[in-house]
Every structure is written in C-alpha cells, then in structure tokens.
C-alpha cells in the first residue's frame, strides 16, 4: 500500500466513522442536506477535480477497497489531507454497503450551494447553450443529458422540480462524473423555468416527434436552449404552444427516441450550428 497516504483500517461493517456508506442500495444519500455517494475511479477524480476547484462540490470521506488502494493512490492525493479515507476488505466492504461492490470505491460527496436559477443563469456566458430537462425521471437518461451536456459544451442543465435528482448515485454514475462539472439547477415549473429563460434571451426549442423545425433547420442564435421531455408523455402541452418546437427527423414506425439519445444528437447539432464544435 502507498506509504504516503493516510488512511485508516476499517474491520467492522458497523463501525460508526463509515455509516454512511452502509446499505447505499437501499438508502441513497441523495437529498440528505446535499449528501451523495460517488462510485468507481472515474466519478472519484470528477470530484477530486471539483474539491480542488472549490466549487460546489466537496468530499467529506473516502471508502476504499484494500486492493484497489495502490491504483488509486494518485486520485487520492488530490483530494486535501483533511478527508478522511478509509480502506476495507472485499469482505467488510461488501457487508458495509449490503452488496457486492466490484469497484471497491466509494466517496461521500456534499454540494456545498445550491444557486437559484437567477445565480445560475447569471454565471452564464453571454453566448450560451443550455439543456433543459422537464419530467425527467429515469436516472438512467438524467445522466446520459449530463454527460451529453458535458460533451457538446452545454454551458448548464436546467430542471424542473418533476425531474430525478442528478446527485442520485445512479445518475452520477451514467454521466461519468459531469454532474459534477456541469453547472445546474433543478427546481420550479417548466413553463416559469422556460419563460425565465425567455426572458434573460434564450431561444427556446422544445423537442417533440411533432415539431414544426426539423432539428438540422434550427437558426443560430446567442443564447439557446434545448428542451427535452419524459419518455412516453414527452412535454406538456402547455410548453409546446408556448415556445419553437423541433423534431429529429427518423424512422416513422418509431415514435420518439429515449431522453438520453435525443439530448445528444440534438446538442451536437445545436452546438455544431454555433460552431462549438
């Protein structure tokens, strides 16, 4: 093990210093005063990233498996020597966490604020590109748009209070870490969310199999936002007779496509029409 590195040996699955990472499955520390668990390597140097950023994001211990420490060890250092790690075996680590945990890392993560969308929007660029998302309740895609924001230089996530939490850990994980290095908000009416945005400039193109602008037609412009619904229901009513409406052109025996998989070619089109990429 890295002799350089502090950490202390844990050998009972109830030991009170790691309680919470026991039985994550079950009880996900999202929406526990800003607490989440990150898993695996690459979620890890997200926040080791976001902690030395000093953003909004910190950690506040580290949950190791013992043969996993050595590779890791380098992530480790960037975190500051003040959170605690902590290293088990395969064993206690499993019984800790009440499942047999392949990746052996875990980290208790805390978002230190949580902006209004006024401050969100604030920090925006004055040419910006956003994602919206309104009743997104598969973690599964939340994660997917994070990631897809992240990689077509979407400049924040804006959320309905209807959608999942992104900090879930399933979310954080599908979207490799963006969560973390994406700005967002999440929180308020769709239609109160859109006409804010509306409002501070933004051009607002709401997705549907319906829409009038086939997504390749959209017109550049300064600030735009994409919108996307839930699967099934896709968007309200509501939003659609309120603001442009655009389509992906696809095949007609399918009626949409999942969130996750519109968001991204809608973003890389979108970004490619402002020379982004």
Partial sequence: MPGDLGFTSITEADDPRISAFRDIRERDLTGRQGRFIVEGTVVLRMLAAAHKAGGDFEA????ILENRLAGVSDILREFPSDVPIYVATASVLDAIVGFNLHRGILALGKRKSDKDMAQTIRQLPKSSLVLVGCGISNHDNLGSMFRNAA???ADAVF???TCCDPLYRKSLRVSVGSVLSVPYHRGGGAVEMLETLAAEGFDIWSLS????????QIPASNRMALVIGTEGDGLAPDVLTRFHTARIAQAPELDSLNAGTASGLALYQMASAIGRI
């Fill in 151 to 153: 990689a077509f230089y």
């Fill in 209 to 216: 199999p319906a829409g009038t602008t086939e997504i390749r």
């Fill in 159 to 161: 959320m309905d209070a």
């Fill in 60 to 63: 506040e211990s580290i949950l």
